[in-house]
């Protein structure tokens, strides 16, 4: 199907928005007549701008309170749209959207606002044009696309149709199934945009809180499958309206767009496999089965103290890759990697942000379709010259310019460890009881936070669960999780808004988004506790107040508290189970290790313990506004 979206859905200025459009590889726009107000140039070379950079002009939009107005007002109502219209016919565009009437003076009655949109239908046939009438959730009279529909078919001119948006009919919670009751022609135009299910009036959620489809809570799904029931053709438009879009990239955003609707129209067609949307086939969401390797980016003396580090945490040097400065760090699976080549691409990483996770490994299930997902989906693939070897294993960028490398075990990729890497023994080792990494978290701006939830669940097939606010000292952290269906895959995200936070002055510190603590499991936390004891491993101190919190808050034994309280081990439940989580002190710019234990399936990352863990990190942290050492 045709894409197009809002110039109002993006930042910047018009010529801005029309780059960021045409590159994210939209085919059209719908024009917001306040964005070409201080456009330099005529409407005239607006239209043309647009045709330059390959795009149609959709709609024109939006003309507010038209219909059901008396007399003078009516007349003025009309007088208004002729210009709109001129307008239109010099911009090179034939279809105007008019959203319901909150108007104050303005009258209901269905013949007696379908008598203004005959009316106005035969003005605009005239010239040629064509009007769609929108129910707005909030309007006076017309709230929802069933009123809009009885008004636009007791018009009956075929001038005037119905324009749908996902946002009044799913945010006011009307079926999206009556939609099938409209006749496909008469839908001439469909805009799409998604909204977080946030318990506030719909005209302030609708202006200022929307965000791409498969971003937020609404089923856009069930809608669009509606709108294609009724044989609709005309083109899918994104219309966000929201204010972080609009101080955010425009290239970043127009490019989630484009994303959003390829996601949506893929999940569609797998639906109803029937459907013609003319889209490029692609494989299916890729499931992700774990984390086969970190691998961090230092220099010697800083690969040096990250070893110390691993080896307390009970991890063995055990590989020393074949032509690379790149050792190998195991326990159970667990695979750490770390990298102080002076050229390459984790060279870059290490200038850039300093020691830092540049690379992690997903263990999922068929990595080339994984990469052709990824493809489809607009995802920037990795590659870097391969050393006599080295196996080519397919690889995209994340967050913070970071690299994920795909694997699976169905391919020769499984035999990287053996085919990269020199197998050698450990004598100092002294493992812990470490199995595999439970999750890793990645800190970004909090306005990043959309950008990758929509990355991850859209090339691999992961669940996000909802956000939750941690307090931290120096402000609010916003956090969330993607995770696989059967929970072998987590990942957090942790967005911030000021440097203030711990969380915030890693991303000031390191220069970017990027990991800052990697989880790994143990099946008991106990025992794991005390051999790390014995490896001279530091946890995190506790604070004391945290155990009496805590004594009232759980139903722990006094002897088990007190041994929580001696290993600085921390503890939550749900509704399946138990978590037992311990940390490492901060390394570094705040990166940290944490051990965990999930008893009778617990499902959560102990968000209650969030806000004292970070306190816990940030008394050891270096004083705000000291320089690095
Ligand atoms: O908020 C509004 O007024 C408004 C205007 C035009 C639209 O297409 C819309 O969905 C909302
Ligand atoms: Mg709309």
Not at 22 to 49: H, M, S
Not at 87 to 115: C, F, K, N, P
Not at 181 to 193: A, C, E, R, T, Y
Not at 213 to 242: H, K, W
């Amino acid at each position: 199907m045709k894409t197009s979206i809002a110039t109002v859905s993006v930042s910047g200025d018009f010529q801005e928005k029309l780059t960021a459009i045409a590159n994210a590889g939209f085919d059209g726009i719908e024009i917001f007549e306040q964005d070409f107000i201080t456009f330099d140039g005529a409407p005239r070379d607006v239209g043309r701008l647009v045709a330059d950079h390959g795009l149609t002009i959709d709609l024109f939009q939006p003309v507010r309170d038209f219909e059901g107005l008396d007399g003078a007002a009516r007349t003025k109502a009309f007088d208004r749209i002729e210009r709109k219209f001129d307008l239109m016919s010099e911009l090179g565009t034939d279809l105007l959207l008019i959203s319901s009437s909150t108007h104050a003076q303005a009258t209901g009655g269905v013949d007696r606002l379908a008598d203004d949109f005959n009316e106005l239908g035969a003005r605009a046939a005239k010239r040629g044009l064509r009007v769609g009438y929108e129910a707005r959730a909030w309007g006076k009279y017309v709230r929802d696309h069933r009123d809009a529909w009885d008004i636009v078919r007791h018009a009956d001119h075929a001038s005037v149709g119905l324009i749908l948006d996902s946002f009044h009919t799913l945010a006011a919670k009307v079926d999206p199934d009556t939609i099938r009751d409209i006749p496909g022609n008469k839908i001439f135009h469909v805009q799409l945009s998604d909204a977080p299910h946030i318990d506030m009036g719909l005209e302030y959620l609708s202006r200022h809180f929307r965000n791409m489809p498969g971003e937020g809570d609404l089923d856009i799904v069930s809608f669009l499958r509606a709108v294609m029931a009724t044989g609709y053709a005309g083109p899918l438009s994104l219309e966000i309206l929201n204010d972080q879009f609009r101080g955010g990239s425009a290239r970043v955003i127009a490019a989630d767009g484009h994303r959003s609707l390829v996601k949506l129209m893929d999940d569609l067609r797998r639906i109803e496999p029937d459907l013609d949307l003319d889209l490029p086939a692609m494989p299916a969401p890729v499931d992700v089965r774990g984390v086969e390797f970190v691998e961090f980016a230092a220099n010697e003396k800083e690969a040096g103290t990250l070893g110390k580090m691993l080896h307390t945490l009970g991890f063995s040097r055990s590989g020393q890759h074949i032509h690379k400065a790149v050792s190998l760090w195991t326990q159970g699976d667990i695979n750490i990697v770390i990298n102080t080549e002076q050229e390459g691409f984790a060279h870059s990483a290490y200038v850039m942000h300093g020691t830092c996770v540049c690379d992690v490994g997903l263990n999922v299930a068929d990595a080339q379709a994984a990469k052709a997902r990824a493809q489809a989906l607009g995802a920037n693939l990795f590659s870097q010259r391969l050393g006599e070897g080295e196996l080519n294993i397919p690889a995209v960028r994340g967050v913070g310019g970071s690299v994920l490398h795909l694997l699976d075990k169905s391919s020769n990729l499984a035999q990287v460890w053996d085919q990269e890497f020199m197998q050698m023994v450990d004598k100092d080792a002294k493992p812990v009881g470490l199995m595999r990494i439970d999750h890793f978290a990645e800190t970004m701006k909090h306005d990043e936070m959309l950008t990758w939830t929509l990355f991850y669940t859209s090339i691999f097939n992961l669940e996000r669960t909802p956000q939750v606010d941690v307090a931290d000292p120096g402000g609010v952290v916003h956090s969330r999780a993607i995770q696989s269906p059967d929970g072998t895959f987590r990942l957090t995200m942790n967005g911030v808004e000021s440097h203030r936070t711990f969380a915030g002055r890693f991303v000031a510190d390191s220069f970017g988004s990027s990991v800052q603590h990697i989880a790994m499991e143990t099946d008991d936390i106990f025992a794991t506790a005390k051999a790390l004891a014995n490896n001279g491993f530091e946890s995190l101190p506790m604070f004391e107040n945290y155990y009496g919190e805590l004594a009232a808050r759980a139903d722990v034994d006094a002897d088990t508290l007190a041994e929580m309280q001696a290993h600085n081990i921390l503890y939550d439940e749900d509704e399946h189970g138990a978590f037992l989580q311990m940390y490492s002190k901060p390394y570094g710019e705040g990166f940290f290790f944490e051990i965990v234990q999930r008893v009778d399936g617990y499902d959560g990352y102990g968000a209650v313990n969030a806000s004292a863990r970070t306190a816990a990190l940030k008394r050891l942290s270096r004083p705000a506004g000291m320089p690095r050492t």
